[in-house]
């Protein structure tokens, strides 16, 4: 069983930048595939970005070149940094974790909201 926690949510202008944090419980941290994931009002939630247990990341077409995804096996963390951030991007971001080879998400986090507005 693999627990996340995520932080570093909050309130921030258009055009500022936010770092979120996914904290991961257990020892098989670097063979997962991590995953950060948004949810909007009204909307379905949509993935983000991921980055695989080698490094490789993949990002939505609307987050490239504003978001970078990270990891930290020491720290069994995962993090995704926003910058040019845009009040579209308002959503609760939320974690999510599976084993490689896996197609499904097997975990997932409590969500941390961030809302982009003036």
């Not at 970078?68 to 963390?77: F, G, K, L, V």
Request: with cysteine; hydrophobic share 30%.
């Amino acid at each position: 069983q693999v627990q996340l926690v995520e932080s570093g949510g909050g309130l921030v202008q258009p055009g500022g930048s936010l770092t979120l944090s996914c904290a991961a419980s257990g020892s098989l941290f670097s063979t997962y595939t991590m995953g950060w994931f948004r949810q909007a009002p009204g909307k379905q939630r949509e993935l983000v970005a991921t980055i695989t247990s080698g490094g490789t990341t993949t990002y939505a077409e609307s987050v490239k070149g504003r978001f970078t995804i990270s990891r930290d096996n020491a720290r069994n963390t995962v993090y995704l940094r926003m910058n040019s951030l845009k009040p579209e991007d308002t959503a609760v971001y939320y974690c999510g974790a599976r084993r490689t080879g896996l197609h499904s998400w097997e975990y997932w986090g409590q969500g941390t909201q961030v809302t982009v507005s003036s």
